[in-house]
């Protein structure tokens, strides 16, 4: 049997990686999510809004009262500005098992969100789709809708933390926690985008679909490409 014969045979007889079969359901369950949100947001008749985004934005503006706002507007505030960039350069620096590896993960993690970031603007720049009515918002808000910029951000930081925290602190207790509780905090940034009146609730699940494209093509690339990544 020839060297090329024997290493196609041990490709084929080696099991797919669970962590690479599990991305890639990610970036499916995304790709296609989002575009079938998109078709059916693009396709509305007129450019009305959709039913559930219409009883979503009214069942927030009548269930908002003013502390809840002001607890919103502080959680929604941690899905922008700096703060998501930091993040993402802490989820290199806790991966990382020595200065040089850190040094590389934070710079690719940085990259990685930057890069999201700048096709998701894309995106939301090719949509083009409004936002609720101003008379609504209980907080400043700017741009185009759809994808959620807040939601989409705070989704692919709480990804790149919780992986840098299994990459870790792999089946401990204490990494299982933090894990949840990254995975809450994005979800509730999301959510406060809705509350506060500046998106539809369609919006913050563009958003979150693009973050499971775009965390499981990453993650599927980088167990592909970095052995020294996996376990």
Request: glycine letters at 12%; a positive charge; one cysteine or more.
């Amino acid at each position: 049997m020839t060297k090329d014969a024997e290493a196609g045979r041990r490709a084929v007889a080696e099991p797919i990686d669970p962590c690479i079969r599990t991305a890639l359901g990610a970036v499916l369950i995304g790709f296609v999510g989002l575009l079938g949100l998109t078709v059916v947001v693009l396709t509305a008749r007129h450019g009305a809004v959709l039913p559930v985004d219409r009883a979503a934005h009214a069942w927030s503006l009548h269930h908002r009262p003013s502390a809840l706002v002001t607890v919103a507007r502080a959680v929604t505030a941690t899905g922008t500005g700096v703060f998501p960039y930091a993040a993402a350069v802490a989820a290199g620096l806790i991966a990382g098992r020595n200065l040089r590896r850190r040094l590389g993960y934070a710079t690719g993690a940085l990259a990685f969100l930057l890069l999201g970031q700048a096709l998701r603007y894309g995106l939301m720049e090719a949509i083009n789709r409004s936002r609720p009515p101003v008379g609504d918002w209980a907080t400043h808000a700017s741009g185009f809708a759809f994808p959620s910029g807040h939601a989409t951000t705070s989704a692919l930081m709480a990804g790149l933390l919780v992986a840098a925290i299994g990459h870790r602190a792999y089946g401990s207790r204490a990494g299982r926690v933090a894990a949840v509780l990254v995975g809450c905090w994005a979800a509730a940034v999301g959510l406060s985008r809705v509350l506060l009146g500046v998106h539809w609730v369609t919006d913050v699940v563009a958003g979150w679909l693009f973050a499971a494209f775009w965390l499981g093509l990453g993650a599927a690339l980088i167990r592909t490409a970095l052995p020294a990544y996996r376990r």
